[in-house]
């Protein structure tokens, strides 16, 4: 892209810097599926530590994290639990079914938050005609949902409420470090109610790839068996492990400001007529916008915002999502929401 867009379609869109480079220059590497690459090891030994896991894994996408996890805590013919707008359920093309044959069983949550009472509600009976419930997945910060946090105390209730049954539990947690920065709640903290626990490197902390799933040593072999079923061993990888490393320890404090742009941008968007933006759900840093009121299509709106130098995404029939990120300041900030009101303002003019 050679014009100089203000990209708010994700927060992936960023590009690693010159900083960040250099880390990926200098970087000690080996062979990681010999379990020699040194810098991969100290990636997964510092979010193992982060997360209070024994141990954990460098996979190369947040997708495989979550998948690996799945088919390691499941077997063919389970059922697993997750919220019906979760990224498991809506964007991994089909992967827990493909990949790890369970079956899915979507329930309808509040903002990304499903409660202890509802997953009590479906757990499987005892009963030879019915699939076993084996696992329930959880997402947090909850993309669909806007970035919404899930409540640590609900979070306790479902790992009481369903550790009776055996259930294990998994956290998509591609964002967690945001629900962190929020809300001071560590991340070990979070991560003690899971079995296992993804995180992504390559969305607000801004590397350019990687994600890493954490869990028991048991676990970790297992998972490391399965990323090398689903193609995900990596040789000198550190050179990419190295820029991980790097973000989180300079990019994870500063999700704030993210944060707090986020809060802007969508409080000057729900000043806009006929534009409205849910500010509770406004929690971290995607902001979703619903446009239906003002008459105009998403597509039509998105093709208006690409003109004047803004890019964002479709979500669902009437909604655009944004989101804050390291390569957005609050100048860009202030210039987007112009640019909105300018489209707005006059829908039909070029
Ligand atoms: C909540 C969540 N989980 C998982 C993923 C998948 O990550 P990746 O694109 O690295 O496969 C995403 C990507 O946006 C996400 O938002």
């Known amino acids: 892209m050679n014009q100089k867009f203000i990209d708010l379609r994700s927060d992936t869109v960023t590009k690693p810097s010159k900083a960040m480079r250099q880390a990926i220059a200098e970087a000690e590497v080996g062979d990681d599926v010999f379990e020699d690459d040194p ?18 894994l460098f996979v190369p996408s947040g997708t495989m994290a979550n998948e690996v996890a799945i088919k390691s805590l ?74 919404t946090i899930y409540p640590l105390e609900e979070i306790k209730k479902i790992r009481g409420a369903t550790k009776p049954f055996g259930i294990k539990i998994h956290l998509d947690g591609a964002r967690l470090w945001n629900a962190t920065i929020a809300t001071g709640i560590p991340l070990d903290e979070y991560a003690r109610h899971f079995d296992s626990v993804s995180v992504c490197l390559s969305k607000g902390l801004g590397a350019p790839i990687g994600s890493v799933i ?92 690409r003109e004047k130098g803004v890019l964002a995404v479709p979500f669902g029939k009437t909604k655009i999502r944004c989101v804050t990120h390291l390569d957005v300041n609050r100048d860009d900030i202030y210039m987007a929401l112009e640019v909105f009101q300018q489209v707005f303002a006059n829908p039909s003019a070029d």
């Open 39 to 56: 810098t991969v090891k100290k990636l997964e030994e510092m979010v193992a530590e982060l997360l209070g896991k024994e141990k954990a």
């Open 74 to 147: 499941t077997k063919p013919g389970d059922e697993v639990i997750l919220e019906e707008d979760s990224h498991i359920y809506n964007y991994e093309v089909g992967a827990p079914s493909v990949l790890c044959g369970v079956q899915l069983n979507p329930l309808k949550g509040k903002r990304g938050v499903l409660t202890a009472q509802q997953i009590l509600d479906h757990i499987r009976p005892e009963d030879i005609h019915v699939p076993p419930t084996t696992l329930i997945c959880l997402e947090n910060t909850h993309n669909r949902a806007g970035g």
């Open 214 to 305: 954490s869990g028991t040593s048991d676990f970790i072999q297992i998972t490391r068996r399965n990323r090398k079923m689903f193609g995900g061993g990596m040789r000198q990888v550190g050179i990419i492990a190295a820029a991980g490393i790097y973000a989180i320890e300079n990019n994870f404090n500063r999700l704030i400001e993210d944060h707090r742009n986020a809060k802007a941008l969508a409080l000057g968007l729900s000043k806009i007529p006929k534009v409205s933006v849910d500010l509770e759900s406004v929690q971290t840093n995607i902001v979703v916008t619903d446009i239906k009121e003002s008459g105009m299509g998403v597509a039509e709106t998105l093709e208006k915002l």
